[in-house]
């Protein structure tokens, strides 16, 4: 399972790559405000910014609507880094928009998947990944994990190259889940990543094994 972190905080982007476990970042543009980075070319920069942390896909979200936008958008942002994955939303131009990446090889993330129609619909249209939203399902009292394992089952039905990269994750039970029904890849924040680490089993083992250690090479 690849592990993405979703935000475009530098510090934290640093933070979980120093692990060594991280295996790229998604962005979207509520993320990108939250840090302040407004603007196009203060933008443009932060993906670049990113991409020098991180050896791994990241995306960027298009923000135009209309087939002949996310096309321009979409090309400029893969112009930036070969690492850069278009983002593309899942309406019937971001569809079209899929296709045409497809056909010229740019990377592409299908965001905002709520439905197992609309992940087979982005993976015969060509995405590389799609971006179920598990924890806003979960938030409407709908299980986001559902989504994921109806859309394994379609994708391993015949055989689709497309990832399926569980998103919207709040815990680390979710990466856990994720995990067991065979997403490909998750993004989630810092906090669930680092999450993984902890057992209060591990911290009084190594307590002891410490103190033992201390008594004995005093
Ligand atoms: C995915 O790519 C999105 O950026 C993200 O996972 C949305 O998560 P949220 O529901 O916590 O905003």
């Given at each position: 399972?690849?592990?993405?972190?979703?935000?475009?905080?530098?510090?934290?982007i640093?933070?979980a790559?120093?692990?060594g476990?991280?295996?790229g970042?998604?962005?979207?543009?509520?993320?990108?405000?939250?840090?302040?980075?407004?603007?196009?070319?203060?933008?443009?920069?932060?993906?670049?910014?990113?991409?020098?942390?991180?050896?791994?896909?990241?995306?960027?979200?298009?923000?135009?609507?209309?087939?002949?936008?996310?096309?321009k958008?979409?090309?400029?942002?893969?112009?930036?880094h070969?690492?850069?994955?278009?983002?593309?939303?899942?309406?019937?131009?971001?569809?079209?928009?899929l296709?045409?990446f497809?056909?010229?090889?740019i990377?592409?993330?299908?965001?905002?998947?709520?439905?197992?129609?609309?992940?087979?619909?982005?993976?015969?249209?060509?995405?590389?990944?799609?971006?179920?939203f598990?924890?806003?399902?979960?938030?409407?009292?709908t299980?986001?994990?559902?989504?994921?394992?109806?859309?394994?089952?379609?994708?391993?039905?015949?055989?689709f190259?497309?990832?399926?990269?569980?998103?919207?994750?709040?815990h680390?039970?979710?990466?856990?889940?994720?995990?067991?029904?065979?997403?490909?890849?998750?993004?989630?924040?810092?906090?669930?990543?680092?999450?993984?680490?902890?057992?209060?089993?591990?911290?009084?083992?190594?307590?002891?094994?410490?103190?033992?250690?201390?008594?004995?090479?005093?």
């Amino acid at each position: 399972m690849k592990f993405f972190i979703d935000t475009a905080n530098l510090d934290e982007i640093k933070e979980a790559n120093d692990l060594g476990v991280l295996d790229g970042v998604t962005t979207n543009p509520s993320l990108m405000a939250k840090e302040g980075i407004t603007g196009h070319d203060n933008i443009m920069q932060h993906y670049i910014d990113i991409c020098n942390i991180v050896d791994g896909d990241v995306s960027a979200e298009v923000i135009a609507t209309d087939f002949d936008g996310i096309v321009k958008e979409g090309e400029a942002l893969a112009a930036l880094h070969e690492n850069i994955v278009v983002k593309v939303p899942m309406i019937k131009d971001g569809v079209k928009a899929l296709k045409y990446f497809s056909e010229k090889d740019i990377k592409t993330n299908c965001t905002l998947i709520f439905s197992a129609g609309q992940a087979l619909l982005a993976a015969k249209a060509g995405a590389t990944y799609v971006s179920p939203f598990i924890g806003r399902l979960d938030d409407v009292s709908t299980d986001g994990l559902d989504l994921i394992d109806q859309i394994r089952t379609i994708y391993d039905n015949y055989l689709f190259d497309t990832e399926i990269l569980a998103a919207s994750v709040r815990h680390p039970m979710h990466i856990i889940q994720c995990a067991e029904i065979g997403a490909d890849v998750m993004t989630g924040p810092l906090k669930s990543i680092m999450a993984l680490l902890n057992h209060p089993l591990t911290d009084n083992g190594l307590a002891q094994f410490l103190a033992d250690y201390a008594k004995g090479n005093k």
